[in-house]
């Protein structure tokens, strides 16, 4: 009835003028205008999420309770930090859970937590803290909706290790089953903090800001923990069957492997990849098909619009196809 170019160009415009805000900084961040309707970029995918795909599973994944539920029924064998309280007044806790090592979080966005180390806590400070994490609503100026229908909540979560002390992080990005990139962190959050990208056999290779023939950085002289990250990327795998896209964390402590959080929008979503290789892999890797939008029914122009994307992500993936180097910088 109408040809898809068309129909991208009307709905592209319908999706740039109700979203003008996010729109526009989009174009401040990426330097483009974007094609929402017809996303060709990992960034216009990002945005297409946020504005378009609104998956249910997002939210549970947004919030950082719901998650661990997730994380517990679909891999029983996987652990998650204890869970040691909930609630929304954080004089309400009880002393004896912050006389010891925890942290103090709020479930419904990033970097809303607090280090407790010994007992060392200021309740008025706290308390301060965590009013102006419930009062918030994250994601609102990146569009990540998803944050904004989690319900605000508090909770006292165990610490399962201490960055200055050896945890390290490890992060997988997955499609539908499948491992497309990992990374391991050490120090996290602290001045010392490092960093390495790795394909999904352990083996460091270009990361998502790393320009087009940039060394690649090498793991730390002694780094000998590829078997916990092994055992990340086949937990990742498992659960992001069914999701056609996420980020999928975990902490390692030198002794067990926890689940942590579940990212739908890394990075906030502005950012595409610096390189050939890891836009190939992420690109070729995410099938956008997969997403709840354009699995679910439609009807009137959204559903003449998802038939159009449909047919359009039925042609080959227009990236650049290029080995993924394996050689690692000279240690500093």
């Given amino acids: 009835m109408f040809n898809d170019d068309f129909v991208f160009a009307v709905t592209n415009a319908v999706l740039r ?11 401040r961040t990426i330097g483009r205008r974007p094609n929402i309707a017809n996303p060709q970029r990992y960034s216009e995918r990002m945005l297409w999420r946020k504005i378009v795909d609104h998956n249910p599973q997002f939210v549970l994944f947004a919030d950082k309770l719901a998650a661990k539920a997730f994380l517990k029924n679909r891999c029983p064998d996987l652990p998650v930090p204890r869970t040691l309280w909930i609630g929304r007044d954080a004089n309400a806790i009880p002393d004896e859970l912050l006389r010891g090592d925890v942290f103090v979080k709020a479930n419904h966005g990033c970097n809303f937590n607090h280090r407790i180390r010994g007992g060392q806590c200021d309740r008025g400070a706290l308390r301060a803290k965590t009013e102006r994490w419930l009062r918030s609503v994250y994601g609102r100026k990146g569009g990540e909706w998803a944050y904004s229908r989690v319900e605000p909540k508090l909770f006292v979560e165990e610490a399962v290790g201490d960055a200055e002390a050896g945890l390290i992080e490890f992060n997988v990005r997955a499609c539908n089953g499948k491992a497309i990139l990992g990374s391991v962190m050490g120090k996290c959050k602290t001045p010392n903090q490092w960093s390495v990208y790795l394909d999904p056999e352990g083996v460091p290779t270009s990361g998502m800001r790393d320009p087009e023939g940039s ?47 579940i990212t739908v929008y890394p990075a906030g979503g502005f950012l595409d990849p610096a390189n050939s290789s890891v836009n190939a892999a992420t690109m070729t890797g995410w099938d956008l098909r997969q997403a709840h939008f354009l699995k679910s029914h439609h009807t009137g122009w959204v559903r003449i619009y998802s038939d159009a994307l449909n047919r359009r992500l039925k042609e080959p993936v227009p990236v650049p196809v290029r080995r993924i180097r394996h050689e690692v910088c000279p240690s500093q």
């Fill in 215 to 261: 060394p690649i950085s090498p793991l730390p002289k002694g780094f000998a923990l590829m078997a916990p990250y092994h055992r990340a990327v086949l937990f990742a795998q498992k659960l992001s069957v069914g999701v056609d896209y996420a980020r999928f964390d975990f902490l390692w402590n030198g002794a067990e492997l926890f689940g942590g959080e």
């Fill in 17 to 27: 003028v109700k979203n003008m805000g996010l729109v526009r900084r989009y174009r």
